[in-house]
């Protein structure tokens, strides 16, 4: 049994900042890659930022100089960093890893969602 727990959405005005976190818990041998993915109303889901177990990271364009992904390995622990936040950032911000379990099975996992919502 795995599980990921968001923490960190909310309400920001233009400009504003926000960090999210997810931690992982449970059955874990190792975790691969992560990521953040966001679902606006009507949208179809998008990926917004990914991590690798070496740290290279990539970003959507629409976020790339704004948002920053990383991660604490000892702490099961990915974060987004949301800055000069935007109308349309607004989403549902999901998070996202590839977790090997004690039984070295290969699965990814998804948090439960986080809403953030940037308005004046």
């Known amino acids: 049994q795995v599980q990921l727990v968001e923490s960190g959405g909310g309400l920001v005005q233009p400009g504003g900042s926000l960090r999210l976190s997810c931690t992982a818990s449970?059955?874990?041998?190792?975790?691969?890659?992560m990521a953040w993915y966001r679902q606006a109303p009507g949208k179809q889901r998008e990926l917004v930022a990914r991590?690798?177990?070496?740290?290279?990271?990539n970003y959507a364009d629409s976020v790339k100089g704004r948002f920053t992904i990383s991660r604490d390995n000892a702490k099961n622990t990915v974060y987004l960093q949301m800055n000069s936040l935007k109308p349309e950032d607004t989403a549902v911000y999901y998070c996202?890893?590839?977790?090997?379990?004690?039984?070295?099975?290969?699965?990814?996992?998804w948090g439960q969602g986080t809403q953030v919502t940037v308005s004046s």
């Open positions: 991590i690798t177990s070496g740290a290279s990271t």
């Open positions: 996202n890893a590839h977790i090997v379990s004690r039984s070295y099975l290969l699965d990814a996992y």
């Open positions: 449970g059955n874990i041998f190792s975790i691969n890659n």
